[in-house]
């Protein structure tokens, strides 16, 4: 079992807890004119959110051996955290200024806190990056404290969740719950575990939402500047989200399965596994492949290293995908599962798990990547 703490749990902070003074008063917040603050009890919430910016929110979704005696914190209580902060330090706090925009009692003892994180006079072109986010976290009232929990326990509430193997559906009472596509999830995963045996995945819930948007609202993002996405696998939470309103969802099921507690795999190659089993867009991977070989035939400096770097340049969907679905398509073809336990097991270490599976330096690999990609041209 991973070492977290399950959502339904709250953060273990007191809002009479001091912060540490190297901590205190560093993000600037800022509560709008609509919030009541000769409410006791919206001030009591908002001085604990206060707090809990103060405290690092990136640090505590970043370091491996967090737990909670370290910190006042429970880990998972802002399901927002790995999207909004991302880098530790204050770097997206002192650029993005939070405004607490509504501290809103929804029921007795619950109250719903909505941030904006907004720049004033930015240059372009970061200009174009504002507002970065809106998020909702709950407060709520237990043995006479106020303690923050994250919105997706309570926007589910309800919500019907039949259990198959080692996933959980969770979906509206609305939703048709579809036993086959559930069924093919399960026989998918388990045939993934059975090829990859050095995966070793924990039972998930698996949340079904109707758009994009849904997708991202019901852990608290009522908007963010690179949201919207199709789904969002929270592994370290076991917690899948899909916003395709159907049981099967392949891409987002490989992330879940494709996790051990001694792989630490680069990003390309995570996502590239994903993406060369599961596919992107809701087409397989060779399906996506003859749009990702126009794209590279077009432009001759695109090279896989350019993705590393991020440095694209092009406006592509699969971008994220297809540059490691690619190389992970080679690593298979060459030395099989094994070589696949190779890439995921060198993390940052990437073009040393290449040349041990490939045999190629960083230049020859570059060659014979391009090639391999122009293959699927149309």
């Given at each position: 079992?991973?070492?977290?703490?399950?959502?339904p749990?709250?953060?273990a902070?007191?809002?009479t807890?001091?912060?540490?003074p190297?901590?205190?008063?560093?993000?600037?917040?800022?509560?709008?004119?609509?919030?009541?603050?000769?409410?006791?009890?919206?001030?009591a919430?908002?001085?604990?959110?206060?707090?809990?910016?103060?405290?690092?929110?990136?640090?505590?979704?970043?370091?491996p051996?967090?737990n909670?005696?370290?910190?006042?914190?429970?880990?998972?209580?802002?399901?927002?955290?790995p999207?909004?902060?991302?880098?530790?330090?204050?770097?997206?706090?002192?650029r993005?200024?939070?405004?607490?925009?509504?501290?809103d009692?929804?029921?007795?003892g619950?109250?719903?806190?909505?941030?904006?994180?907004?720049?004033?006079?930015?240059?372009?072109?970061?200009?174009?990056?504002?507002?970065?986010?809106?998020?909702?976290?709950y407060?709520?009232r237990?043995?006479?404290e106020?303690?923050?929990?994250?919105?997706?326990?309570?926007?589910?509430?309800?919500?019907?969740?039949?259990?198959?193997?080692?996933?959980?559906?969770?979906?509206?009472?609305?939703?048709?719950?579809?036993?086959?596509?559930?069924?093919?999830?399960?026989?998918?995963?388990?045939?993934?575990?059975?090829?990859?045996?050095?995966?070793?995945?924990?039972?998930?819930?698996?949340?079904?939402t109707?758009?994009?948007?849904?997708?991202?609202?019901?852990?608290?993002?009522?908007?963010?500047?690179?949201?919207?996405?199709?789904?969002?696998?929270?592994?370290?939470?076991?917690?899948?989200?899909?916003?395709?309103?159907?049981?099967?969802?392949?891409?987002?099921?490989?992330?879940?399965?494709?996790?051990?507690?001694?792989?630490?795999?680069?990003?390309?190659?995570?996502?590239?596994?994903?993406?060369?089993?599961?596919?992107?867009?809701?087409?397989?991977?060779?399906?996506?492949?003859?749009?990702?070989?126009?794209?590279?035939?077009?432009?001759?400096?695109?090279?896989?290293?350019?993705?590393?770097?991020?440095?694209?340049?092009?406006?592509?969907?699969?971008?994220?995908?297809?540059?490691?679905?690619?190389?992970?398509?080679m690593?298979?073809?060459?030395?099989?599962?094994?070589?696949?336990?190779?890439?995921?097991?060198?993390?940052?270490?990437?073009?040393?798990?290449?040349?041990?599976?490939?045999?190629l330096?960083?230049?020859?690999?570059?060659?014979?990547?391009?090639?391999?990609?122009?293959?699927?041209?149309r």
């Amino acid at each position: 079992m991973r070492n977290h703490i399950k959502w339904p749990l709250f953060i273990a902070a007191l809002i009479t807890c001091a912060l540490p003074p190297a901590l205190a008063g560093r993000v600037d917040v800022t509560l709008s004119r609509g919030v009541d603050t000769t409410d006791v009890d919206r001030r009591a919430v908002f001085a604990l959110w206060v707090d809990y910016l103060n405290a690092e929110p990136a640090a505590i979704w970043t370091d491996p051996d967090w737990n909670a005696a370290k910190s006042r914190f429970w880990r998972d209580f802002d399901l927002t955290a790995p999207f909004v902060y991302q880098t530790v330090g204050d770097s997206i706090l002192s650029r993005y200024e939070p405004t607490v925009m509504a501290i809103d009692e929804e029921a007795e003892g619950r109250f719903s806190i909505r941030t904006l994180f907004y720049s004033e006079g930015l240059e372009p072109p970061a200009d174009t990056q504002n507002p970065w986010a809106i998020v909702r976290v709950y407060a709520e009232r237990v043995d006479g404290e106020w303690k923050l929990r994250n919105a997706l326990g309570v926007l589910t509430h309800g919500w019907h969740r039949p259990a198959i193997g080692k996933i959980t559906f969770v979906s509206r009472p609305s939703h048709d719950f579809d036993v086959s596509r559930a069924l093919r999830s399960i026989a998918f995963c388990d045939s993934i575990s059975d090829i990859y045996d050095f995966f070793q995945w924990d039972p998930f819930d698996f949340y079904i939402t109707s758009s994009r948007e849904e997708a991202d609202e019901i852990i608290g993002l009522e908007y963010y500047l690179d949201g919207f996405q199709w789904g969002h696998a929270l592994c370290s939470q076991d917690i899948l989200i899909s916003g395709r309103g159907t049981e099967w969802y392949p891409n987002g099921l490989i992330q879940m399965v494709a996790t051990g507690p001694s792989l630490d795999p680069h990003p390309v190659v995570r996502r590239g596994f994903a993406g060369w089993i599961g596919g992107w867009d809701k087409r397989s991977y060779a399906d996506n492949m003859g749009e990702a070989a126009e794209i590279v035939a077009a432009n001759e400096t695109i090279s896989f290293e350019d993705y590393i770097s991020s440095d694209w340049g092009v406006d592509f969907a699969g971008a994220q995908w297809f540059p490691g679905a690619v190389l992970c398509d080679m690593v298979f073809a060459a030395r099989g599962a094994e070589g696949i336990k190779v890439l995921f097991e060198a993390g940052s270490k990437l073009y040393e798990g290449i040349e041990s599976t490939l045999g190629l330096d960083r230049a020859a690999f570059q060659r014979a990547w391009r090639q391999k990609v122009l293959e699927f041209s149309r």
